[in-house]
């Protein structure tokens, strides 16, 4: 018998790809949707089964989920996340898929994007279909832009406070939850899965990326305002920069300093450390 094929959205994103070998490492039957073929088949290379749907088009996913019995449903950030993801989930209703697995996030951040994330829980949770939700905490892979100051100086800077700490999650234990999840199937159901590193400071990090990258590195804190300011100057856009100042004030309460042991008890190993994360990406951080 064949293996139920597993239908995976986001492979070409941050944790997407860190997936893809997961999965070809399993077996499992998977085909890739993407929006852009072109793009993801550079991404993904010519062996895997690769079909094109777009997130903003509900129709496209009809055709993209045919003969699908898991759906995986993960895409970036967007002001639209939520009508975007919803026309996947009908859709997957409409298919006959028979699971659900999402990325989510922090679901009790008042952010906008955790707050799309929730209602599309909510929204899956009620669909009748089988489900599971996986809820990393602050990615890693941030610090590209949290700690962008490192290419051309000493020093970061955020609004968060210097003692407030943050337990980070390597996208790469991410995709190895997610990997254990698709192929493991029963026995995660109706599950939501809060998934962290260890819990450091951005006083911490500086002291790790000393430490690993052999520079002396400081985090500026600056008023909310100010790291407003900054960011727009850099060209984020308004609804990003106002989810962030909500997950600012958020993780200022402590909030995201909650540690879980979410990877070792699925994944099967520790959570790895953002000293492995820095050392395994030192090169994105060095002075150019
Ligand atoms: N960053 C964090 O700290 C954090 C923490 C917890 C949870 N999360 C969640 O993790 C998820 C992934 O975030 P990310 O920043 O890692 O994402 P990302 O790297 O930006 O990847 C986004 C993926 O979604 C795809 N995508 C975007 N729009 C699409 C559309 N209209 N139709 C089809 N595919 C589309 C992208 O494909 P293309 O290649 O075509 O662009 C890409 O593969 C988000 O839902 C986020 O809320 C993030």
Same mark, same amino acid.
């Given at each position: 018998?064949?293996?139920?094929?597993?239908?995976?959205?986001?492979?070409?994103?941050?944790?997407?790809?860190? #997936?893809?070998?997961?999965?070809?490492?399993?077996?499992?039957?998977?085909?890739?949707?993407?929006?852009?073929?072109?793009?993801?088949?550079?991404?993904?290379?010519?062996?895997?089964?690769?079909?094109?749907?777009? #997130?903003?088009?509900?129709?496209?996913?009809?055709?993209?989920?045919?003969?699908?019995?898991?759906?995986?449903?993960?895409?970036?950030?967007?002001?639209?996340?939520?009508?975007?993801?919803?026309?996947?989930?009908?859709?997957?209703? =409409?298919?006959?898929?028979?699971?659900?697995?999402?990325?989510?996030?922090?679901?009790?951040?008042?952010?906008?994007?955790?707050?799309?994330?929730?209602?599309?829980?909510?929204?899956?949770? +009620?669909?009748?279909?089988?489900?599971?939700?996986?809820?990393?905490?602050?990615?890693?892979?941030?610090?590209?832009?949290?700690?962008?100051?490192?290419?051309?100086?000493?020093?970061?800077?955020?609004?968060?406070?210097?003692?407030?700490?943050?337990?980070?999650?390597?996208?790469?234990?991410?995709?190895?939850?997610?990997?254990?999840?698709? +192929?493991?199937?029963?026995?995660?159901?109706?599950?939501?899965?809060?998934?962290?590193?260890? =819990?450091?400071?951005?006083?911490?990090?500086?002291?790790?990326?000393?430490?690993?990258?052999?520079?002396?590195?400081?985090?500026?804190?600056?008023?909310?305002?100010?790291?407003?300011?900054?960011?727009?100057?850099?060209?984020?856009?308004?609804?990003?920069?106002?989810?962030?100042?909500?997950?600012?004030?958020?993780?200022?309460?402590?909030?995201?300093?909650?540690?879980?042991?979410?990877?070792?008890?699925?994944?099967?190993?520790?959570?790895?450390?953002?000293?492995?994360?820095?050392?395994?990406?030192?090169?994105?951080?060095?002075?150019?």
């Amino acid at each position: 018998m064949s293996k139920p094929l597993i239908a995976v959205t986001g492979a070409t994103g941050v944790t997407g790809q860190h #997936l893809v070998p997961r999965l070809a490492a399993r077996g499992l039957n998977i085909r890739y949707i993407a929006r852009d073929i072109e793009k993801a088949r550079q991404v993904l290379g010519d062996d895997v089964e690769l079909v094109s749907a777009d #997130l903003d088009d509900g129709t496209s996913f009809d055709r993209a989920l045919e003969g699908v019995h898991t759906l995986y449903l993960n895409s970036g950030h967007s002001p639209a996340l939520e009508e975007q993801q919803t026309n996947a989930i009908e859709a997957a209703v =409409a298919a006959g898929c028979e699971r659900i697995v999402k990325l989510s996030g922090n679901i009790d951040s008042p952010a906008p994007i955790p707050e799309a994330h929730k209602a599309l829980e909510g929204k899956i949770a +009620a669909c009748g279909l089988r489900y599971t939700f996986l809820r990393p905490n602050f990615y890693m892979t941030n610090l590209h832009y949290v700690a962008a100051g490192l290419k051309d100086g000493d020093s970061f800077t955020s609004a968060i406070p210097r003692d407030v700490e943050i337990s980070m999650t390597d996208p790469r234990d991410v995709a190895d939850l997610t990997a254990t999840v698709l +192929a493991e199937d029963a026995g995660h159901d109706g599950q939501g899965y809060y998934q962290t590193g260890a =819990a450091v400071s951005l006083d911490e990090v500086a002291e790790t990326f000393s430490r690993v990258l052999k520079r002396d590195i400081r985090y500026e804190m600056v008023d909310v305002d100010v790291w407003e300011d900054m960011v727009t100057r850099r060209g984020l856009p308004s609804w990003l920069i106002e989810h962030q100042v909500k997950m600012i004030g958020f993780a200022a309460n402590g909030a995201y300093a909650y540690e879980t042991t979410a990877t070792q008890d699925i994944a099967g190993h520790p959570s790895r450390t953002l000293e492995t994360f820095i050392a395994d990406h030192a090169q994105a951080f060095a002075r150019t």
